[in-house]
């Protein structure tokens, strides 16, 4: 890459003028010394001079013929010189210095050679080492950013590589095609999204099939979905399947601190594109530099702005016909500008959802094909166990599996690690240093098992599989672990009322049995809220406000909160609304633990001595009239 002469010539001005300031620095603090010996030197002025020469302390002086200043040193100092601050002329001063017994020294300096020699080694010298070591700097920088060319290049560093080198360039990440090493058969559990993406592949495999029919495939495509879904990988899978190189960076990347240099590392990212094409330009976290602009006309940051603008110009430029294709990856679609979604740019939407739990059993089993297990592992009911979680999630939960069997000295994986693992992720690392007093754990088993048996009350709810008062490293000083035996899509108002119901059971027991309460509910309380605020504003599943919309969805993909978008007189109403919910739901868990206290002492003292069992074991108890006799079938 080659700059103009106007931009060169004002680099080598940069240098000059960063040569100059060194120059004066050294020659302000070190010339002087260096000049007299290195010895501490000691400005007087004339009259001092003719008091030394007076009193005869004078040892030695010394002076220049076309210099307004004289050197000279005192009897019985050594190491330190006094040189005057100005020499008038004085045709006695010669008689002074012999009265006094000192000894002179006169130079008269050669003009022919001397002063040319004393600019090149205080000037030219200096500017042509900081020259020679710029341009140096400049070429080791570029070699190592893969720039094959070896002409000084100017443009990458601002100043020849002096501190900035770099900031015009793209940095983005190229893998060729043979290394991309992903294909769709390493992505598992995103069916619909590989489909989409398949189109993309056959046009840069044979773009003359389209060119025949006059079809345009989109320019860009736009992955939506929450974190850890695959976006990434979907992405590097669509050039290992066309064999293409792959242009990887992130949004964040093209932020710089300077005004400008965002756009040139487009324009650059682009440029090196277009030499590779056929490829794939992948930026992830989009909206990083894709955010709405704002409408007044002023930004809050001009370099964002001017990032987004010259990617929009970029993305209308290149000929599609070339086969470069632009894939983004965001969680944040909401927030995007829409001129970047508009036809001809990222037109094509490609969901990346959570995936099902057909999905999850299959990314598990993609997953658990690196990893050693012991023969008869059930991977459908870690994936049963598992709702909602990501490809990353699941691919986590095997590597812990893993871990744990090496830590407990096994060569294999068993399912007990496996199962181990989801509770890991769900709640965190079991906290063996937390020792419980007996009336803490006694409270503990209590409020787990209120949960426990309200569930198992409820009609329809999700069987118990698990139950604990081991304390966990995110807080929880006990779980019950519901798990459903098949997945479903839609929830029906009495099963969210039975949920609430479950979520007041651990402190319904607490009052039931010590008749006190404790903080141990505060994340039931947390989510029985949220469960019912729902209810009210967006699912309409309340008498007093009907299928009106009360509430807006913030990010579907991140936190999910929703803000209230209703009259500050309603949001009272929908808070009253709420709290009777709560409190129905909690007179319900109350009831039902009333009618089954006996069974509420048999299984926490249980509990309180195992301090983990299985739901088959708590329905075992649960169920068995005599509590001294196990239940017989038949």
């Not at 006695?92 to 002179?104: S, V």
Request: charged share 25%; proline share 4%.
């Amino acid at each position: 890459m080659q700059l103009d002469d106007n931009k060169r010539k004002r680099n080598m001005l940069l240098y000059v003028l960063i040569a100059f300031v060194v120059y004066m620095v050294l020659n302000t603090f070190l010339f002087p010394n260096l000049q007299n010996g290195g010895v501490q030197t000691q400005d007087v002025n004339y009259t001092q001079l003719l008091d030394d020469l007076e009193n005869k302390r004078v040892e030695d002086i010394k002076y220049t013929t076309d210099d307004a200043r004289a050197v000279y040193t005192l009897k019985g100092e050594e190491g330190k010189v006094y040189r005057t601050t100005t020499m008038p002329t004085d045709a006695d001063l010669t008689n002074r210095i012999q009265e006094a017994g000192a000894t002179l020294k006169v130079t008269v300096p050669d003009r022919d050679s001397g002063m040319w020699t004393y600019l090149f080694v205080t000037i030219v010298l200096p500017v042509l080492v900081f020259f020679l070591f710029g341009r140096w700097l400049n070429r080791r920088m570029k070699k190592a950013m893969g720039d094959d060319n070896p002409s000084m290049d100017f443009s990458s560093g601002g100043f020849g590589g002096f501190g900035g080198g770099g900031l015009g360039k793209s940095g983005a990440r190229i893998v060729a095609s043979k290394d991309v090493g992903v294909t769709f058969k390493d992505v598992a559990g995103q069916e619909e999204a590989k489909e989409s993406l398949k189109e993309v592949v056959d046009f840069l495999e044979k773009p003359q099939r389209y060119e025949a029919i006059g079809a345009k495939l989109p320019r860009g495509a736009l992955l939506v979905g929450p974190p850890g879904t695959g976006k990434t990988l979907l992405a590097k899978a669509v050039a290992g399947e066309a064999g293409v190189p792959f242009f990887s960076i992130s949004g964040s990347e093209f932020v710089e601190m300077f005004v400008g240099r965002g756009a040139a590392k487009v324009r650059d990212l682009f440029k090196q594109a277009k030499e590779k094409a056929p490829c794939i330009v992948f930026i992830d976290e989009i909206d990083t530099i894709g955010k709405k602009r704002d409408g007044s006309g002023f930004s809050g940051n001009d370099e964002r702005e001017q990032t987004l603008n010259q990617l929009l110009t970029e993305m209308d430029g290149f000929d599609n016909q070339k086969g470069i294709v632009v894939l983004a990856a965001t969680n944040r679609p909401d927030t995007l500008d829409p001129a970047l979604l508009r036809p001809g740019r990222f037109d094509r939407r490609v969901p990346v959802e959570l995936p099902d739990l057909a999905g999850r059993k299959a990314i598990l089993e993609l997953h658990s094909k690196d990893v050693k297990t012991e023969p008869g592992i059930d991977l459908s009911a870690i994936a049963r166990a598992t709702p909602g979680a990501s490809g990353a999630d699941l691919a986590n939960i095997i590597n812990e599996g893993a871990l744990r069997a090496v830590r407990l000295g096994r060569t294999r994986a068993t399912q007990e690690d496996f199962e181990e693992s989801v509770e890991v992720i769900i709640a965190g690392q079991q906290r063996k240093s937390t020792v419980l007093s007996d009336h803490e754990k006694q409270v503990v088993a209590y409020h787990e098992i209120g949960h426990a048996i309200v569930a198992a009350r409820q009609k329809g709810s999700a069987p118990v599989t698990k139950i604990t008062i081991v304390p966990r490293t995110n807080g929880a000083l006990g779980y019950t672990m519901q798990v459903e035996e098949d997945e479903h899509f839609l929830t029906t108002k009495q099963e969210v009322l039975d949920k609430l119901a479950v979520y007041c059971g651990g402190r319904a027991a607490e009052e039931l049995i010590f008749g006190e309460m404790t903080t141990g509910a505060a994340n039931d309380i947390e989510q029985a809220t949220k469960l019912a605020r729902n209810m009210v504003t967006r699912f309409g599943m309340s008498d007093e406000f009907g299928m009106m919309a009360l509430g807006t969805v913030q990010n579907a993909y991140l936190n999910q909160d929703t803000s209230l978008t209703c009259a500050p007189g309603t949001a009272e109403r929908v808070d009253a609304v709420v709290k009777q919910l709560i409190a129905e739901a909690h007179e319900r868990a109350l009831q039902a633990l009333k009618e089954n206290k006996f069974k509420l002492h048999e299984l926490a003292h249980y509990l309180y001595k195992k301090e983990t069992i299985t739901g088959e074991e708590f329905m075992n108890l649960l169920t068995r009239e005599n509590p001294l006799m196990p239940k017989t079938n038949g």
